[in-house]
């Protein structure tokens, strides 16, 4: 009953009689609210942000290796260099906004001219500026009248807040290029191998036509590469036409456009795998994803010779046969510079697509016993104390020790023994017996100082 009497009290307060004018009055404020909340989130959605920078890894030749993907297997994202490379800035502004010093996000004669050819000759035109597209690219949407609207808005507060000149660099940073590529920094080392600053008038111009649509100009596909050209040489036109690009440089840049060849998409080597998977994890532990690093310029030099690796695997592929029939299942190679400690040369396994041996697991990477891997040390250390010499005879007979759990005796590998032997051929032939006489001779204690020296002691 007295949530009937309160409702009532509630009804009562509104006007008995809607007029015409009050309708008009509530439209006015409606409309009115929704145009301050148009303006708010423009301009609270007027930032410049982008997805953490990911990083091409090469050897140490600067051959390609592989490259760190981001989230949604993005890659890309790069900082542009701290001036603008002339080429490619006036390639860019010549097709995708002419006027873009002119204007605060929204080019009033591109809107006429798009309007009067998509309603007369049914073209498809679009008019969208550049800050239109980074407010596009940053908030994804249909396109209708209503995120036009709205990406007009936030392009032009982006203007208002970050100025012309960082609103293109941003653009640059994030334009899609294809192949889930992004950036045109990125895509100048992904596809033409060379820092942006480095590229010539064609190279600038390809890259250029790109973002109008990345899926159907993709430079890895023959006739996606052909439609990049084609929109390349309109580009280097317009350029000329405007006299942006002199007759010489423009005759150039034709030439060297018609003798570009597309280039099939470079893998992994498949001998590097395991490396790869390193190196890939390394870079995530430093900055929390392989996405994670901020201000990426340039690629990752690694320490790999990938001429090194072909020949490892290549020698594994040849060995490993032998070694199975010696009751191997797999092998590791590991090569390393001493001066340096740089890895040249890194083989996890004999092939990392052999279900059968566990070719997946990284056996460089897998903790096992030592084994004789220390021998050298030790027999090292004998030669130091000055009590043994290369000429010097051991005894390989059967060897017992007496410790607080009793006697334990010791034996060879292959289970036999051969007697007096020289010191170097016990070591060249990894006897157990020999070497552990020298142990006992210069003692644990020192045995075990010279290993925690050499770095072999956690």
Not at 287 to 315: F, H, N
Not at 345 to 365: L, P, V
Request: aromatic share 14%; with cysteine; hydrophobic share 40%.
């Amino acid at each position: 009953m007295m949530n009937l009497k309160f409702i009532i009290k509630i009804i009562e307060c509104f006007p008995r009689r809607i007029t015409r004018q009050g309708v008009f009055k509530g439209i006015r404020w409606a409309i009115g609210l929704f145009v301050l909340f148009m303006i708010l989130q423009a301009f609270f959605r007027a930032d410049l942000v982008s997805p953490p920078a990911t990083p091409i890894f090469e050897d140490r030749q600067g051959v390609f290796l592989t490259e760190g993907a981001g989230e949604y297997r993005r890659l890309g994202f790069w900082d542009m260099p701290d001036e603008i490379p002339i080429r490619l800035k006036e390639c860019v502004l010549v097709v995708e906004d002419k006027r873009y010093y002119e204007h605060m996000g929204m080019d009033w004669w591109s809107l006429g001219r798009a309007i009067y050819e998509n309603t007369f000759h049914g073209d498809n035109q679009g008019a969208s500026t550049i800050p239109m597209q980074v407010a596009r690219l940053q908030n994804p949407g249909g396109r209708n009248f209503f995120n036009k609207l709205n990406e007009m808005m936030i392009g032009f507060f982006m203007l208002v807040r970050h100025g012309h000149e960082n609103v293109l660099r941003h653009y640059l940073k994030i334009a899609p290029q294809g192949n889930q590529v992004y950036g045109f920094a990125y895509a100048s080392r992904r596809f033409f191998r060379k820092p942006l600053q480095d590229c010539s008038w064609a190279e600038a111009a390809l890259l250029a036509s790109l973002p109008k649509s990345p899926s159907e100009m993709n430079l890895f596909d023959y006739w996606g590469f052909q439609r990049a050209q084609s929109r390349a040489r309109l580009i280097l036109r317009l350029l000329y036409a405007q006299k942006r690009i002199g007759p010489e440089d423009y005759q150039i840049a034709l030439r060297q456009l018609g003798d570009m060849q597309f280039q099939l998409r470079e893998k992994r080597p498949e001998s590097s795998y395991h490396y790869i998977l390193r190196v890939i994890q390394e870079y995530k532990d430093q900055y929390g994803a392989p996405g994670g690093a901020l201000g990426v310029k340039k690629p990752v030099r690694t320490t790999i010779d990938l001429e090194m690796q072909s020949y490892l695997a290549e020698s594994c592929s040849r060995v490993i046969n032998w070694l199975r029939n010696l009751g191997a299942g797999n092998l590791s190679v590991m090569v390393v510079r001493r001066a340096t400690g740089e890895v040249l040369g890194y083989i996890g396994s004999a092939d990392y697509f052999d279900d059968f041996f566990d070719g997946s697991i990284n056996y460089a990477a897998t903790p096992r016993s030592s084994g004789s891997t220390v021998k050298p040390f030790l027999y090292a250390l004998g030669l130091e104390s000055g009590k043994f010499n290369p000429g010097s005879i051991l005894a390989d007979l059967p060897f017992s020790i007496v410790g607080p759990k009793g006697e334990f005796s010791l034996g060879n590998f292959d289970e036999e023994y051969i007697g007096p032997v020289l010191y170097r051929r016990a070591l060249a032939n990894s006897r157990n017996i020999p070497t552990m006489r020298i142990l006992e001779s210069v003692g644990l204690e020192r045995a075990y100082d010279f290993y925690r020296k050499c770095g072999l002691v956690r």
